[in-house]
């Protein structure tokens, strides 16, 4: 079974504060999803890493995929209020079938 | 408008009380899926579909059926429910595996009492 941890389960911070969430796994994935969630929505997709070492970038949030491809970044700067969410990743298992999350990073950001 | 639909949104019964919880998408999406989120535990699949008539267990089948008579549908069946299904549960849709970008429905909050 491959498994996703994500690191931490929960933070708090204030508007402006940057902030990098992890997710982390012993098996390889050939591809990691990253997802937010916001109260009483399901779950939206922010951006897929596929290859190695890739960087994509989405306004202020900067996703990371490592280089053996068994664990995944993102990096937040400037956090405003509207962040606030629950941050999930995702990847899917080795016969593509079915898609593994991880539990989540609850961000909350104040202002 | 691209969408997943869940209903019923909210829904509270009893133990043993047959239910139905329907999911409907309107993308032609092959591949369609329920998962349920816990407190702690993360959002976890409980079966998915690769297309029509075909259906398969995830991580926690237990308790619940499925059908794919229509590739937009695709109901979560609930026989004899049981208050360890209390739950937040989710429909999801994708384009042709599990590994493509899922498409969620807004959720259907379940308490068994």
């Known amino acids: 079974t491959q498994l996703l941890e994500q690191s931490p389960q929960f933070l708090s911070i204030q508007e402006g504060e940057n902030l990098t969430v992890y997710c982390n796994s012993s098996?390889?994935?050939?591809?990691l999803q990253w997802y937010r969630q916001e109260p009483g929505e399901g779950p939206v997709l922010l951006v897929t890493?596929?290859?190695?070492?890739e960087v994509k970038k989405l306004k202020r949030l900067t996703f990371q995929f490592g280089d053996a491809r068994k664990d995944s970044s993102l990096h937040i700067t400037a956090a405003q209020p509207g962040d606030t969410g629950l941050y999930l990743c995702?990847?899917?298992?080795?016969?593509?079938?079915?898609?593994?999350f991880g539990g989540g990073t609850r961000l909350m950001v104040k202002p | 408008e691209a969408q997943v639909t869940q209903n019923p949104r909210y829904l509270i019964t009893v133990t043993g009380k047959k239910l139905t919880v329907t999911c409907s998408q309107n993308?032609?999406?092959?591949?369609m899926s329920w998962y349920r989120q816990d407190p702690g535990l993360g959002l976890r699949q409980i079966y998915y579909s690769m297309n029509v008539e075909v259906t398969d267990k995830g991580d926690v089948p237990e308790g619940y059926k499925v059908s794919r008579k229509e590739k937009r549908n695709f109901p979560l069946i609930l026989e004899s429910p049981s208050p360890n299904q209390t739950s937040l549960y989710f429909c999801?849709?994708?384009?042709?595996?599990?590994?493509?970008?899922?498409?969620f429905g807004q959720g259907t909050r379940l308490t068994v009492v």
């Open positions: 993308m032609n999406h092959e591949y």
């Open positions: 890493v596929v290859t190695g070492g």
């Open positions: 995702a990847g899917p298992n080795n016969a593509g079938n079915m898609l593994t």
């Open positions: 999801a849709s994708s384009l042709w595996s599990g590994g493509t970008e899922a498409f």
């Open positions: 098996s390889v994935f050939s591809s």
